[in-house]
């Protein structure tokens, strides 16, 4: 597991700011495994070309501020706005620390910083981590966005398909997560 790839990709998931743009066909990921994940970033970066910085900033703005189903809180795609959701953000924050990972503005549960922990996590953990936290809160995130044409479906997917290169132990299909295993995760 290679914590450059997933602290790209949460590059990309990230409010566009300039001297971010330059980043976008970074070759760190484009050029890492899988050939398949690499193809999706690839026609990211070739989408998003084009675009001024403005554009860039207003197609992340409608693509995961401006529609809930596709907001980059996992927890939230798991638990909705309940007690389980407070009890993930209170555990994922203490991972966070725990792998000194600094915080940003976002909240815990957001999906960059689920990326960037997952690549910090031993095995077991990880694995697990990504069972029942990310895949199931990327697939949400993937059916919300998906066959809309828009750009960041390819960071989504090319994510998904990092998390599976990296943990192939794990199903292709995910069977609707249990609430317990959700939160024994971070304990």
């Known amino acids: 597991m290679d914590s450059r790839t997933y602290d790209a990709l949460a590059m990309l998931l990230t409010y566009p700011e300039d001297h971010r743009s330059r980043e976008i066909?970074?070759?760190?990921i484009i050029n890492g495994p899988p050939d398949t994940a690499a193809?999706?970033?690839?026609?990211?970066?070739e989408k998003m070309a084009p675009l001024s910085l403005h554009d860039?900033?207003?197609?992340?703005i409608q693509t995961f501020d401006l529609s809930p189903v596709c907001a980059l809180e996992m927890g939230w795609?798991?638990?909705g706005e309940n007690y389980d959701r407070g009890l993930l953000l209170v555990k994922m924050r203490q991972q966070l620390r725990m792998y000194r990972l600094a915080e940003t503005t976002e909240l815990p549960d957001h999906l960059t910083n689920g990326l960037r922990l997952l690549a910090r996590m031993e095995r077991n953990s990880g694995a697990y981590f990504a069972e029942a936290i990310v895949l199931p809160a990327l697939e949400k995130m993937l059916d919300?966005?998906?066959?809309?044409?828009n750009p960041y479906e390819r960071v989504l997917e090319a994510a998904r398909l990092f998390v599976h290169e990296d943990f192939p132990e794990l199903p292709a299909q995910l069977?609707?997560?249990k609430r317990e295993p959700e939160l024994r995760v971070l304990a």
């Not at 066909?25 to 760190?28: E, L, T």
């Not at 193809?39 to 970066?45: C, D, G």
């Not at 919300?144 to 044409?149: C, D, E, T, V, Y």
Request: hydrophobic content about 50%; proline content about 7%.
């Open 144 to 149: 919300a966005i998906r066959g809309k044409n």
């Open 39 to 45: 193809a999706e970033l690839a026609v990211f970066a």
């Open 175 to 177: 069977a609707t997560p």
């Open 25 to 28: 066909g970074s070759p760190v």
């Open 77 to 79: 795609h798991l638990f």
């Open 56 to 60: 860039r900033q207003e197609l992340f």
